[in-house]
C-alpha cells in the first residue's frame, strides 16, 4: 500500500511543481527525489518496518514477489529518469506533468503487483494505460505521434471491452471477483453454466496479450513503439510490459487450471508466433527503432515462459528479465534519442567518432541477444530451465524452438554492431554530455556485473 499512495502523491506533488516553476533542470530534480522516496517506502514496506494499513477487503494482497517487482521496476524508472530525464522535459512544453503521468503508471504498475481482484485488475490497467495514451501523443507537431496515440487509444479501448466482458463472465459463474474465492455459484438444480469460467478467463488472457504487445495481438506496437516520442518508448517497452507480465502471473497461476487442457495448447502456439512474428519480421527493418519495437515481441515471447510454468525458478527468471531487459533497453532508446538518422546506416562510423555510446551500446544489445557475461543471458536461461524443470523432456521441443529464435534475434542485433564498428560513415549526433556518458557506462557495467552475478540479484528477493 505504500507504494501505491506514495506514488499517487508524488504524481500530484509533479503537478503541483510544474505551477511553481518551470525550470526544467528543478523538475526533473522533484522527480529523482520522489522516486527515491518511492523506492524507500516499498522497501520499508518489503521488511514490515513501516506499513500504511488501509481495509482494502482482501482486494489488494502484498506478497514479497510483488513488492520486490515494484523495487526492480521502481530502481528502473530512476535509471531511466537519470539517463533520459532531460528528453522527457524537452520532448514537449508539460515537462513536470509528463513526470506526474510517469508517477500515475507507477501508481497502476504497483495495484498490479498486488490485485487480488478482477476490479482491481481493470483499475490497475486503466491507471496504467490513460496516461500513456497522453504521453504516446506528447509530441503534438509531429502526425507521427498524433497517430501512434489515436491508435493506441483506440486499441486499447477495444482491448478494455474484451476484458470487461471476461471478467463478466467469471463473475456470473463464480459470484466474486476474487481471484482466490472462485467458485461456481450455481444452486443445485440449476443449469451448468461451467463453461463460462474457462470463456471468461480466456477473454481476460486475450486483453492481457494486447497489453504486453504478444501475438497474435501485437499488430499496435511497431506503430505506436515508432510514432511515440522515443524517450518514452523506453517506458513504454520496459516497466510498463514488465508490469503485464506480473499481472498475467499473478491471475493464471491461480486460475490456469480452470483452463483445463486446452492452458497447455494455446500458450505454446502464442509463444511460439510472438518469437516467429517478433523476429523474423525484425530482421527486415531499416529502422533501428522499429526493429527495437519488433524486438520487444521476440522478447515477449520469451518472458511468456514464466505464464507458461509455475516454479520459483519461472519468478526469479521473471524478476531476473526484468532487470536485464529495461537496462539494456533504457540504454539503448537513450542513445537512440541523441541519434539524428534512427536508421542502421545512421550508426555507421559511430564507434570512431563516439566510443564509449558504440561500446555501451554494443554491451546492451549483446545483452538482449543473451550472449554470455551479459544479464540477459542468465534471464532467457532461467526462463528455459524453468519450462524443463516443470514439464521435463516434454517440453524440450519449445525450449529448442526459443532457443533457435534466440539465434535469429544475434542477426538483427549485430547489425547494429557491424555498422558501428565496421562501416564508415558520419553519423549525426546531438550533444552528448559527459554525465550521459557516465550514465551509460553505469548501466553497461551494471548489465555485466547481473550477467556475471545473477545470484546477488535473486539473493535480495529472498532476503
Known sequence: MNAIIFSALSGVAMMFT???????????????????????????????????????????????????????????????????????????????????????????????????SLLMLFIGIEILSIPLYILTGADKRNLKSNEASLKYFLMGSF??????????????????????????????????????????????????LFKVSAAPFHFWTPDVYDGAPTVFTSFMATIVKAAGFVS???????????????????????????????????????????????????????MLFAVYVNNDMSKEGILLYTAAYSIATIGIFAILTRMKDITFDGFNGLAKKHPVLAATNAVFLLSLAGIPLTAGFFAKY????????????????????????????????????????????????????????????????????IGTFPSALLNWFYF
Open 159 to 208: 482491448s478494455t471491452g474484451i476484458l470487461l466482458m471476461g471478467i463478466t463472465l467469471v463473475y456470473g459463474i463464480t459470484g466474486t471477483f476474487s481471484i482466490e474465492a472462485m467458485r461456481p455459484a450455481v444452486s443445485v438444480g440449476a443449469p451448468n453454466y461451467g463453461i463460462l469460467e474457462p470463456v471468461g478467463l480466456l477473454f481476460i488472457f486475450i486483453a492481457l
Open 248 to 302: 498475467f502471473i499473478r491471475l493464471f497461476d491461480a486460475r490456469a487450471i480452470e483452463m483445463g487442457i486446452s492452458w497447455k495448447i494455446i500458450l505454446p502456439v502464442i509463444i511460439i508466433a510472438t518469437l516467429l512474428i517478433g523476429n523474423i519480421t525484425a530482421v527486415f527493418q531499416q529502422s533501428v527503432k522499429r526493429m527495437m519495437a519488433y524486438s520487444s515481441i521476440a522478447q515477449a515471447g520469451f
Open 18 to 116: 510544474g505551477i511553481f516553476t518551470t525550470n526544467k533542470s528543478a523538475i526533473r530534480n522533484v522527480a529523482v527525489i520522489a522516486l527515491l522516496g518511492l523506492i524507500i517506502v516499498n522497501l520499508l514496506h518489503s521488511y514490515g518496518i513501516f506499513v500504511v494499513r488501509v481495509n482494502t477487503h482482501s482486494m489488494l494482497q502484498f506478497e514479497t514477489f510483488g513488492l520486490f517487482f515494484n523495487t526492480l521496476v521502481f530502481a528502473a524508472t530512476l535509471l531511466f529518469v537519470l539517463l533520459s530525464g532531460k528528453d522527457v522535459t524537452n520532448a514537449g512544453t508539460y515537462g513536470a506533468e509528463y513526470f506526474a503521468l510517469i508517477f500515475f503508471v507507477l501508481c497502476g504498475v504497483s495495484i498490479l503487483t498486488c490485485y487480488n
Open 382 to 449: 532461467y526462463m528455459l530451465a524453468a519450462v524443463v524443470k516443470e514439464n521435463g523432456a516434454g517440453a524440450l521441443w519449445l525450449v529448442i524452438v526459443a532457443v533457435l529464435f534466440a539465434a535469429v534475434s544475434v542477426y538483427y542485433y549485430f547489425r547494429v554492431i557491424q555498422a558501428m564498428y565496421f562501416k564508415e560513415g558520419e553519423p549525426e549526433i546531438t550533444e552528448v554530455s559527459g554525465g550521459f556518458k557516465t550514465a551509460l557506462v553505469m548501466l553497461a557495467v551494471l548489465i555485466v556485473l
